[in-house]
């Protein structure tokens, strides 16, 4: 059964870090694109960043470029998002997802095999 596991999530004041883990298993996460997406309350689901199957390529939204950082570690089967200077309209759900196709169709919406079940990150003083 393949699961992905997102953790690191919770509350932080603004201009603070998080990170994000995604942990497969009954799935070998080097043949795939890895990719984050956030969903806040009422608005529509977004590609906050991608990576592809070697780390050799990777996509960011506009509104997290500088700031969050994704890499993956394919020995631990784990995919990272490195949070800094967060703002309130950070705020989501954010899910994990796996698909074998090249990271920007990924976080375009492309080819998404796989979620996790996501995890909260708030982010208020």
């Known amino acids: 059964q393949v699961q992905l596991v997102e953790s690191g999530g919770g509350v932080v004041q603004p201009g603070g870090s998080l990170r994000l883990s995604c942990a497969a298993s009954?799935?070998?996460?080097?043949?795939?694109?890895i990719g984050w997406f956030r969903q806040a309350p009422g608005k529509e689901r977004e590609g906050v960043s991608c990576?592809?199957?070697?780390?050799?390529?990777?996509y960011y939204a506009d509104s997290v470029k500088g700031r969050f950082t994704i890499s993956r570690d394919n020995a631990k089967n784990t995919v990272y998002l490195q949070m800094n200077s967060l703002k309130p309209e950070d705020t989501a759900v954010y899910y994990c997802?796996?698909?074998?196709?090249?990271?920007?169709?990924?976080?375009?919406?492309?080819?998404?095999?796989?979620w996790g079940k996501g995890t909260l990150v708030t982010v208020s003083s």
């Open positions: 997802a796996a698909g074998p196709v090249p990271q920007n169709r990924l976080c375009m919406g492309y080819g998404l095999d796989y």
């Open positions: 009954g799935l070998a996460l080097d043949y795939y694109a």
């Open positions: 990576i592809s199957v070697s780390s050799g390529s990777t």
